[in-house]
């Protein structure tokens, strides 16, 4: 008998791997008609939106290291410390009793008995590199016989000091003092020290450490700022967002109080939970569209806050401010508005062509004020590009006057967005114009996985092949501070040194970086893939209310018990999650104590299926009542029952968005018995015995293969964007017809990688990041295996 050589046997197996690999592959036709080329892609069409949220200005591009430098804050000295050396007693508090000038009104006073040393850690640590200059200022004056000198040193974490120098003749009076700091070594966690003794009284304003080193010249953090021109932005939208409408009347955005002089612009407790410097103000703004190639749109507050309303007769300074902000972007010199942007050092106007007002605001409220102020901009400057909003409730934009163009927003699941992958193609084309201003897969998105890329980069092919109809589009939130994130996911993660992309950014970049000029028309035949049923583990949570939950079990369809929950000493087995929850365990429950958004405690097996989830629950405070979740995949995923949400007004059970709402609260001090039960499509949810919810959520199918096309008229390069949707590879013919000359080779880039729940991290920021390569193939033959779980970008040339 005759074996085979071992090598025989290798490529029958492989042969035989392949043949079976092969027949199972899903297959699919692409077909281009490259000889009907369709309209022009705009060339706005990718672009940024920069809000500051998640510490994205202070605490993150705009460079200031000192943290509550002005003293604003608070009436407490937040991020302050103050420690008294050699028995010395000195006391520090926040003073308004002689402010530095009059918008400026507090400054830290330090009653000085013995020596003393003042510390402030910056956002969780100062990045100091070796051998870059550094720039400490401060205003300074002495009262009570206060006369020595004091030290400002920059130390490392372990208490070294990196540079430092001596400042000395203090006035009555504020004084700036400046120094030229070295630093001799590097530390991204190092600390300002301000150290001095004596006795006497110092005051102290405008504390401020900054790298003299900016992007360009022009105060911002480079690598941060690199991170946003990599993106190669067409346009960017700014500063918000939620931010520029703010909690309340008191807290809008006016960006009158944010140019000029740094000491004298106006602070601004932020809906995002923290004081802004406005270091970043309107004219860092526009100088950063500047220098990013960027058209920029400017967002104006219209009158309205998250929370109340500017009563439409005293709308007179809203509409004021548009106009003067379009003065202050783009008048000559000799006008007032013009001339003072020339003196904060920009004679050349800024060219500001796009302007929107307000933000998600919707509603009668708002079509009113978007009458005034439309009819007042339009009067002026009847060229200015428009732009009004639509709010999440899908009330429709305003007719009178037609806007320009028409901002939408998306937060969804991966599914929802390939499925709105289509949407556009169907939108009217007499209609204005549309920006997609903020979107982002926000369900099973973790902290940014490959799978909300994908999501995203199905949906970014709809938008370019109806880029006749969408004209701009930005991803939202772009930035987050990894120490304080108030929103998830974001696109640019960063810490005070370091920065990655998410996968998602990637696609963004690969969009944007190849976006041709004009569209082809294509068809794709790739066959449907039906959701998968839902897995995860379950959970309880709160939003902004206090509360405790006891005799959790989790049974199985057929009365096994999975899981049982026992507090009667700690919370071993559960994950507690939240910025600032205040989880505990006491008399036999689990109990959250902190007001604060989006706190969780997540257990059990995440490959789970059908169950039946039963729990008691009660309210101790707050505005709201439980939220008890179910099929949790991922860290931050958000499926759950939300029990006396929307300020204790409904319930409904979150999936892709609220569903089945109903009006429901939640009774302060009664233990409710609550009951989930689901059951491949179906979900019933019973509060104290009464059933509340019955839905059926059919799995919907969704196509394997999403793509669009466009070429390069210069190169005459065609560029085809290519996402699979499936878990599995598809084995795609191309059909590019109607091309007498192809050269056979093409360039490609490929995101993907072994799980689409991969995510990038500060550690491995390129984990998930596209991989370039070249192909040949042979005539018109092209054939290609798009991963599962892909994003593809081919580029062929022409001969
Ligand atoms: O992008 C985060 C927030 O989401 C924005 O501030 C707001 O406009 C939207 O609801």
Redesign the pocket.
Known sequence: MRYPSQTMKTLFITAAGCLIACSILAQATITVDVNKPGHAVPPTLWGIFF?D?NLSADGGIYPELVRNRSFEDSDQPDHWKLSNAAGGQSAMNVDDSAPLNPLNRHSLRVKVNGAFTLENEGYWGMNIVKGDSYTFRFAARATDGFTNPVNAKIVSSSGNELAGAEISRFAGNWRYHTLDLVAFDSDPKARLQISGSGQGTLFLDMVSLMPRTTWKGHGLRTDLAEALQALHPSFMRFP????IEGDDLAHMYHWKTTIGDIDARTPLWNTWGYNTTQGLGFEEYLQLCEDLGAEPLFDINCGMSLHDSVPLGQMGQWTQDALDAIDYANGPTNTVWGGLRAQNGHPAPFHLKYMEIG??NGGPDYYARWLLLVNAIRAKYPDMQLIANTD?RGRPYPRDPQPDIVDE?Y?ESPESFTRRANQYDTYSRSGPKIFVG?YAVTRNAGEGNLRAAIGEAAFMTGIERNSDVVIMASY??LFVNVDHRA?NPDLISFDSSRWFGSPGYYVQQMFSENRGDVTLPITVDSGDVVEKPAIGCIGVGTWNTEAEFKDIKVTAPDGNVLFTSDFSTNSDGWKLLGDGAEWKVQDGALRQTAEKEFIRAIAGDRSWIDYTLELKARKLGGREGFLVLFHINNDQDRVWWNIGGWNNTQNAVELDEPTDMKAGYIETGHWYDIKIEVRGISIKCWLDGKLIHEILKPREATHRLYASTTQDRRTGDIILKVVNAADTPVNTEIKLQGVPHLSGSGKSMVLTSNSPWDENSLEEPAKVSPEAGTFDFPGDNLHRTFPGNSVTVLRIGMK
Request: proline letters at 7%.
């Open positions: 809000e949220i918000g967002g939620n931010w933000n998600e999440l927003h937060y903020e939202a939130p929103w």
